[in-house]
Nanobody
Framework: QLQLVESGGALVQPGGSLRLSCAAS????????IGWFRQAPGKEREGVSC????????NYADSVKGRFTISRDNAKNTVYLQMNSLKYEDTAVYYC????????????????????WGKGTLVTVSS
């Protein structure tokens, strides 16, 4: 069965850190750009970050630049999202997704190339 599984979501205080993981099963992530998206309660889904298949290119939403870092370990078939200096507004369900293209789209919100979605992991930033 082809699937992406996110993990690492938790309740964290403002200013804290989390690392999300996105593991693939049934297929290799090696050939795909991988994106992280999030959806907060009552809001539309938004793109957070993307990493190319080689890991050589990344992009970020303005709201997370300087705080979040995306990386990948193709040998482990896993992509990570390191989130630092978390804010209340980062509260959301975070999804990873595989794009059939090896490069990231021009904007992180682009999802027309997504062929696999994970089911999400909840991040709650609260004091």
């Amino acid at each position: 069965q082809l699937q992406l599984v996110e993990s690492g979501g938790a309740l964290v205080q403002p200013g804290g850190s989390l690392r999300l993981s996105c593991a693939a099963s049934g297929f290799r992530l090696t050939y795909y750009a991988i994106g992280w998206f999030r959806q907060a309660p009552g809001k539309e889904r938004e793109g957070v970050s993307c990493i190319s298949s080689s890991g050589g290119s990344t992009n970020y939403a303005d709201s997370v630049k300087g705080r979040f870092t995306i990386s990948r370990d193709n040998a482990k078939n896993t992509v990570y999202l390191q989130m630092n200096s978390l804010k209340y507004e980062d509260t959301a369900v975070y999804y990873c997704a595989a794009d059939y293209r090896s490069r990231c789209a021009a904007t992180v919100d682009t999802s027309d190339g997504i062929i696999y979605w994970g089911k999400g992991t909840l991040v709650t930033v609260s004091s």
